[in-house]
């Protein structure tokens, strides 16, 4: 996946703010959809992980420690999916 670090010039902010920006203007039943299957997919993939975990782990501490851990990739990826939505939901705005 492409990587935007420093490229908050090319968006005219930062890609969160640009996401939230499309997100309040766009459509709302494009909106809607966009989100709703975000949390679909939020759901069914802890789902999968709690169907995999033994007995006595704790998701949510596991996704803390993973995110302390793993800061900087995190990070990154949360902004690389905050470009990947826009595109989504103006794709689908056209």
Do not use: C
């Not at 939230?20 to 494009?30: G, H, L, M, T, Y």
């Not at 999968?48 to 033994?54: Q, S």
């Not at 782990?57 to 905050?82: C, F, G, P, Q, V």
């Amino acid at each position: 996946m492409f990587d935007f670090q420093e490229d908050d010039e090319m968006f005219g902010g930062t890609a969160e703010k640009k996401y939230f920006d499309i997100i309040f203007n766009a459509n709302r039943s494009v909106v809607e959809n966009e989100l709703t299957n975000n949390l679909k997919r939020m759901n069914v993939l802890e789902n999968l992980i709690n169907e995999r975990l033994e007995e006595g782990e704790d998701l949510e501490k596991m996704i803390r420690a993973y995110m302390l851990m793993n800061i900087d990739d995190t990070e990154s990826e949360l902004k690389n999916a905050y470009i990947a939505g826009m595109g989504d939901i103006l794709t689908q705005a056209e």
